[in-house]
């Protein structure tokens, strides 16, 4: 079983809508969540981080974390083409490096 | 901050040989981190060093593949007889406790291309 799941996508939204990440994890200990965002070609980004249950909001993107689900979520309000990019989850799975999932592809369409 | 930065950013090699990358990670950062990844992968970690201590490695780290920070600052990663399976990007991250709790700050890596 892989230890950070994401769907590959591509995920398809028009601009301005709402776009909804999903990520789910294999580690019930695990504490620390993260999504980071990557243009083709470049380095991963971090957006934001997630430790507590519930949401965390930050400008246009909000986190949801449930731990009991194992389940870890990224929204992004009013998508921009701007935002079309590959978005990884990272979680810290009992020891100290993060591991990723392979990461969803959004593409925003204008 | 001048964030974390890689070199070389793009290494062409023959199969056999050897290479080394350097990283030098955001000055006030105690962790650093090497990942490698491919083309619709994530990153996949391959070792970790808080200060100058090595105190994680992947099991994807072979014994081809050796990784030092010799004084807690800069680290080089060398992977030695380069295979075309070792063709990846290679990513650094540095990290310390503070406002994201070690979400990780990335270099802009380095492509190797093993020929």
């Known amino acids: 079983q892989k230890e950070v799941e994401q769907n590959s996508g591509p995920l398809s939204v028009p601009e301005g809508a709402i776009a909804s990440l999903n990520c789910t994890y294999s580690d019930r200990v695990s504490q620390s969540f993260f999504w980071y965002r990557q243009y083709s070609g470049k380095s991963p980004e971090l957006i934001m981080s997630i430790y507590s249950n519930g949401d965390k909001e930050d400008g246009r993107f909000t986190a949801q974390l449930n731990k009991a689900s194992q389940y870890v979520s990224l929204l992004i309000r009013d998508s921009q083409p701007s935002d079309s990019a590959t978005y990884l989850c990272?979680?810290?799975?009992?020891?100290?490096?993060?591991?990723f999932g392979k990461g969803t592809t959004l593409s925003v369409s204008s | 901050d001048t964030g974390v930065s890689q070199n070389p950013r793009h290494k062409i090699t023959k199969r056999g040989q050897n290479v080394t990358f350097r990283c030098d990670p955001i000055?006030?950062?105690?962790?650093l981190y090497w990942y490698r990844q491919t083309l619709g992968q994530g990153p996949e970690f391959l070792t970790y060093?808080?200060?100058?201590?090595?105190?994680?490695k992947s099991r994807l780290l072979s014994d081809r593949f050796s990784a030092e920070r010799p004084k807690g600052s800069f680290s080089t990663l060398e992977i030695q007889r380069t295979e075309q399976g070792d063709s990846a990007m290679y990513l650094c991250?540095?990290?310390?406790?503070?406002?994201?709790?070690?979400?990780?700050?990335f270099g802009s890596g380095t492509r190797l291309t093993v020929v």
């Open positions: 990272a979680v810290k799975l009992g020891g100290t490096a993060l591991i």
């Open positions: 000055s006030e950062h105690n962790r």
């Open positions: 060093f808080q200060n100058e201590a090595q105190l994680e």
């Open positions: 991250a540095s990290s310390s406790p503070g406002r994201n709790n070690y979400g990780y700050t």
